[in-house]
């Protein structure tokens, strides 16, 4: 199986900055689309960010210029460099792929369990 798992959410002040981190784990075969999307209270999930495995790279408006997504395909992971943070950003910021495994060579789509990203004003 393949599991997502996440790490660097946190509280910070506005204007500040954070930097998540994605690592893709178990039996893959090879990834193709890597994203983040968030979720805030009464909201629906939306993209944030996401990333191929080449330089092809597509971001929400509203972080446009302030976020940018990286990857190292060779640790299976992903980034997200969030700067100039706003109380808007609070959210649960959640990693996802598309992987296809050894076993089933099919892409499908997988999800980290979400980190909590909190902006104060």
């Known amino acids: 199986q393949v599991q997502l798992v996440e790490s660097g959410g946190g509280l910070v002040q506005a204007g500040g900055s954070l930097r998540l981190s994605c690592a893709a784990s178990g039996s893959i075969f090879n990834i193709n689309a890597m994203a983040w999307y968030r979720q805030a209270p009464g909201k629906q999930r939306e993209l944030v960010a996401a990333?191929?495995?080449?330089?092809?790279?597509n971001y929400a408006e509203s972080v446009k210029g302030r976020f940018t997504i990286s990857r190292d395909n060779a640790k299976n992971t992903v980034y997200l460099q969030m700067n100039s943070l706003k109380p808007e950003d609070t959210a649960v910021y959640y990693c996802n792929a598309e992987v296809a495994s050894y076993s089933s060579r099919r892409y499908l789509d997988y999800w980290g369990q979400g980190t909590q990203v909190t902006v104060s004003s």
């Open positions: 990333k191929t495995s080449g330089a092809s790279a």
